[in-house]
C-alpha cells in the first residue's frame, strides 16, 4: 500500500456506513393504514413509478442515475425476509421517487430541493398508495429517513480508521438529515459535508469537490469510500483514489472499474490502510 499516499478518507454515508432500507422498512411497518382500508401499494402507484436514479432515500442504498439497481436490490438487505411483501412494495415504490426525483435535479428538470423535502415527498406518495390519511404518520414516515441503523462494523471502523487519517464524512443527505443521520447512528467525523451545499447531488462533480475544499488536500490525496460504484466513479473523474466496500445493498463493481482498494468490511478496509 506504499504507493497509495492520501491525506484523508472521505466516506459516504448512506448504504455504505448505515442500512437505509432497514430504517425504512421500520417506518414502513409502523405506517398501518386505518382498519379496514385496504392498501393500494401493489396498485398503479406502485408498478407506474419508473425505475431509474439514485437509490433509497438517494442517496446511498445504490443505484448510479438511470439505473434500476438500487431498488431492484433493496430486498437483499438485513431485514427484508422479516419485512412482508406490502412493505417490501412500500419500500420500492419511495425508491423509485426518490430516484426519480433526483435524477430530474441531476438532467436540470425540476430545481434541486434539499433530501429531506424529497423524503416527504416519497412519504406522501407512499402513504396514499398505502390508504394513509394522516398527516402525522406521513411526517413520521418522512423522518424514518433520518433514523438508519449503522452495519456492525461501522462505529468501531470509523474509530479504527479516524486514528490515522482525518475522516470526512460526503452525503446526499442535507444538512439537517446528515447531522440526524450522524446522531442517531453514532457516527464520528472530523468533517461532515452534505450536497446541500453544492445545491446538486452526486455524482455531480460539484459535490465530490466539496471534500476538495473542505480538505485543503488535492484529489489524489484523498481516498473516497463507497459501497456504489457509481459514487466511486463520479469521485475517480475529479481525480480522488477509490475504495469499493461490499454491502448487502450497495451497487458492485463491474468487470470495467479500476479502484484502488476493495474490502470486505471497515475492518478489511483499515487492515489494508495499515492501520492496528
Do not use: C
Not at 484502488?260 to 478496509?269: F, K, N, S, V, Y
Amino acid at each position: 500500500m506504499a504507493e497509495l499516499k492520501i491525506d484523508a478518507v472521505v466516506f459516504d454515508v448512506l448504504g455504505t456506513l448505515v442500512d437505509e432500507p432497514a430504517g425504512l422498512r421500520a417506518g414502513l411497518r409502523a405506517l398501518a393504514p386505518p382498519s379496514g382500508t385496504p392498501s393500494r401499494a401493489g396498485g398503479p402507484g406502485a408498478g407506474g413509478l419508473g425505475a431509474g436514479g439514485l437509490g433509497a432515500g438517494g442517496l446511498g442504498a445504490g443505484a448510479a442515475p438511470g439505473t434500476a439497481g438500487a431498488a431492484g436490490r433493496a430486498g437483499k438487505a438485513d431485514g427484508a425476509e422479516s419485512a412482508g411483501p406490502g412493505t417490501e412494495r412500500l419500500l420500492l415504490l419511495w425508491q423509485r421517487h426518490i430516484e426519480r426525483e433526483q435524477r430530474r435535479v441531476l438532467d436540470g428538470d425540476r430545481p434541486y430541493l434539499p433530501s429531506d423535502l424529497l423524503d416527504r415527498e416519497a412519504a406522501g406518495v407512499v402513504a396514499e398508495a398505502a390508504g394513509v390519511e394522516d398527516p402525522a404518520a406521513v411526517e413520521a414516515l418522512a423522518r424514518s429517513a433520518r433514523r438508519l441503523p449503522p452495519w456492525p462494523d461501522t462505529v468501531a471502523g470509523l474509530a479504527r480508521i479516524g486514528g490515522g487519517f482525518p475522516l470526512i464524512g460526503l452525503s446526499n443527505a442535507s444538512r439537517t438529515a446528515l447531522l440526524q443521520l450522524n446522531a442517531h447512528a453514532g457516527l464520528r467525523w472530523h468533517q461532515a459535508l452534505s450536497a446541500e451545499d453544492a445545491r446538486t447531488y452526486k455524482p455531480d462533480p460539484a459535490v465530490y469537490r466539496l471534500a476538495v475544499t473542505g480538505s485543503g488536500a488535492p484529489p489524489e490525496r484523498l481516498l473516497m469510500v463507497a459501497a456504489h460504484a457509481w459514487d466511486l466513479r463520479g469521485a475517480q473523474a475529479l481525480g480522488l483514489r477509490t475504495a469499493y466496500v461490499a454491502r448487502p445493498v450497495g451497487d458492485p463493481p463491474t468487470a470495467a472499474d479500476r479502484f484502488d482498494l476493495h474490502a470486505r468490511d471497515l475492518t478489511d478496509l483499515a487492515e489494508q490502510l495499515g492501520l492496528s
